[in-house]
């Protein structure tokens, strides 16, 4: 038997149709062990995205800070400063201060996170070499468990300046 070409035009639709319709059937068997199923698809395994809470924000904040402390990134550093302190304190200051420190952070890790309403307090664990005038202690690593206080103030939460 030939078909010719003008007939197979007026089928080409009632085919793709038929075989996207076996496509969609043979999906949902596979997906049963080969059973149709006459019961909902269960979504409980499908990953939904979690909201932080509070605690959860804070923390990762202010392990982010710290990373930028610690890679001497000032810009970055500066960015977890509430925006009014930024206004008054131009980064050049900023950095100028961190540069001028003590000490030269080497590893820090969020310890606890505690929240009453618009503030936090954030235990870190630094540790840091020192590098000030005491000649004595110059070079010497230590560790400190450094206290931090985080506000809420538009829409975020901030290191608050001390």
Known sequence: MTIQKSSMNRFSPVLGLLLGAAVLLSAGCSENGGKPSSEPANVANVTQPTKETTEQRVARR????MDALIARDWAKAYEYLPPAT????????????????????????VKSVECEEDVCNVTVDLTYIYSGVVEAFRGQESKS???EKWIFSQDDWWLAPQ
């Open 145 to 147: 468990l450094v206290k």
């Open 86 to 109: 930024r206004k008054l304190k131009p980064l050049e200051v900023y950095a100028n201060k961190m540069r001028a420190g003590a000490i030269i952070r080497k590893a820090a890790s």
């Open 62 to 65: 202010a392990q982010e800070h």
